[in-house]
Every structure is written in C-alpha cells, then in structure tokens.
C-alpha cells in the first residue's frame, strides 16, 4: 500500500497512471463480463419494448443516421421517427431502468473494489473484485447517486431561475453571468465528484462522503479535473473519429453483412469505452488515496494484527 500512497501523494498524474497499466486488462475482461449480461438481459427488453426484431436492432445506427441526414435537408423527421421507435410497449421501461441503475451502481462498485485491492494488497484477482462488489456499500451509492443528481438538478433549477430574474432587468448582464456562472455550477458539482470513490475505499457513509469530496476537491482543483475531462473528451472525440473511419475500412457498411459490421463497431466502441473508464477510476481512487488518512489506519490495523498474533 505504501507503494501507491507513495506516488500518490507525490504525483497523482503518475500514480493513477501506474495504477491504470496494472489493472487495465482487468478493466477489460471485467468491462465484457457487464457488457455480455447487459446484451442477454437489454436486448429481449429493448426489442419487447419497441417491437423490434434482431435486424432492427442491428441496423438502428444506420437508421438514425439517414434520419440526421433527412434533418439536414430540411425534411420532416417525425414520420421517420415513427418508423424507427413505432408504439412502445411502456410496460418494459421500468424493467430497463432498474436494471440499468443496477448495473452501473454494480459496475462502479465492482471497479473501485478491483483499484482498492490492488492498491492495499497488490491482488488485481477479477474473482475478488467480483466477491467483494456485493458489499453494503452498492446501498451507500445509491443513495449518494439520488442526492448527487437531486442536488444536481436543484443547483441548475436555482441557477436559471436567477439568470431568468436577471436578463428581464438587463440581458448583457444576464448573459455575462449566466455564462461565467455556469462554470461556477459545474466546479461547485464537480466538488462532490469524489464521494463515490471515498464510499467504496473508505466505506464512508453518505455524509461523510459528501463532506470528504467538498473538502479536498477545492474549486482550483474542480477547475482542473474540468480541464482534464475537456482534454480528455477532445482526445477521444478525435481517436473515435479516426476508430470509426478504420472500422469502415476494415468493414465496408455497403458490401457487409451488417451483422458483421454491428459487432466490429461494438467491439471497438468496448475498447474505447474501458480506456476511459479505466483512466476515470484510477483519477478518482488516486486522488482519494492522496486525500485520505488511510495509511495511519492501515498501520494502527497491521499493528493491532501483529500483536493479536
């Protein structure tokens, strides 16, 4: 542990990206796992809910990008729309939605209980991540997760509600604020950011979660993990860009067989999806581990287990 917290504390940047090298192929084999049960579970409920055959589904991208390009034309989308989506059957939107929420609590307490082992113990084993992610802890994130987006939702409510009040008085003012406030809301949230990593690693409760991430995470520091995840973004944006002109390259939509194409594009889009996922949990357990106190507990604990023994 004291490998990591060394580095940690010394370089962020180069802990999390020594700690992203040892658990990237984790993250990889992991990210499938979910990806699998998410595809035998999604896929009968998203086909139920719009009445879709398989072929629909596999050929959904292609159809909504001749609606993009019918928009483009000035054409009316609508009748497009219909053609694609139909009549839901309403009756398979909660089950997608539960499931959903279940999966990415369960996803995200699955990577962070993989980046704790590794970081106390040097065990990157996927059946220890996979035993400890059921843990009491997937309940402390849910209700993290609803008060962080209620709170989300109320900051931004509370934000236009004053921009509103103060463009009827004069609209330049209005505008200058608005548009550096913005910013100001996304630092303030990005603040509490943190509380999901101190949840799983240091098995806080929803409060001193809360708290944990407000006081470490400073507006200077909010203002650079922003930065960070434009950088980030942008980076990505362009690799995706060049990914997707190679996947056509390597599978021609016009003379394949679209099943074929609709793997290769979600292989690739698993592969994307694990970079980024992975660079985001490390950031976050990286930067929790340099704020926590975790080392003086793991010491007291080892000590207090060398004499019990």
């Known amino acids: 542990m004291k490998y990591y917290l060394a580095q940690f504390r010394d370089q962020v940047f180069n802990g999390s990206l020594s700690l992203y ?25 998203v086909l139920k809910l719009f009445n879709w055959n398989f072929s629909d589904l596999v050929e959904f991208q292609t159809k909504m990008e001749e609606m993009g390009e019918l928009m483009k034309n000035g054409g009316d989308p609508s009748s497009a729309f219909e053609g694609i989506f139909g009549t839901p059957n309403y ?26 082992a590794e970081v106390r113990n040097s065990d990157r084993s996927i059946l220890t991540a996979l035993k400890n992610s059921f843990s009491p802890q997937l309940f402390t ?5 609803i008060l962080y987006y209620l709170l989300s939702i109320a900051s931004f409510i509370i934000f236009m509600t004053v921009v509103v009040m103060i463009m009827q008085i004069t ?4 505008i200058i604020i608005g548009f550096i406030g913005f ?18 690693h240091g098995k806080m409760s929803i409060g001193e979660a809360f708290g944990f991430s407000f006081t470490h995470l400073t507006f ?18 362009i690799a995706s860009g060049l990914g997707g002109m190679l996947v056509h390259l390597i599978v021609n939509r ?6 074929t194409y609709y ?47």
Do not use: C
């Open 254 to 259: 016009e003379h394949s067989d679209p099943m």
């Open 91 to 116: 009756i398979y939107i909660l089950p997608l939605l539960l499931f959903g929420m279940f999966i990415g609590i369960w996803s995200m307490n699955l990577y962070y209980q993989l980046n704790d």
């Open 21 to 45: 090298k040892r658990v990237f192929i984790q993250f990889l084999i992991l990210n499938i796992v979910i990806g699998l049960i998410s595809l035998v579970v999604y896929t009968p409920l």
């Open 141 to 145: 994130i849910l209700g993290f997760m």
């Open 220 to 237: 200077k520091r909010a203002a650079m993990l922003l930065l960070m995840g434009i950088v980030t973004l942008v980076v990505m944006g």
């Open 263 to 309: 793997v290769v594009s979600q292989i690739f889009g698993t592969i994307m999806g694990v970079i980024v996922s992975t660079f985001i949990f490390t950031g976050s357990s990286a930067l929790y581990f340099r704020y926590s106190n975790d080392e003086d507990q793991y010491e007291t604990e080892l000590s207090e287990h060398l004499i019990n023994n």
């Open 171 to 174: 609209k330049v003012l209005g």
């Open 183 to 200: 910013f100001f809301l996304l630092f303030f949230l990005l603040r509490f950011s943190l509380g999901f990593a101190a949840i799983v």
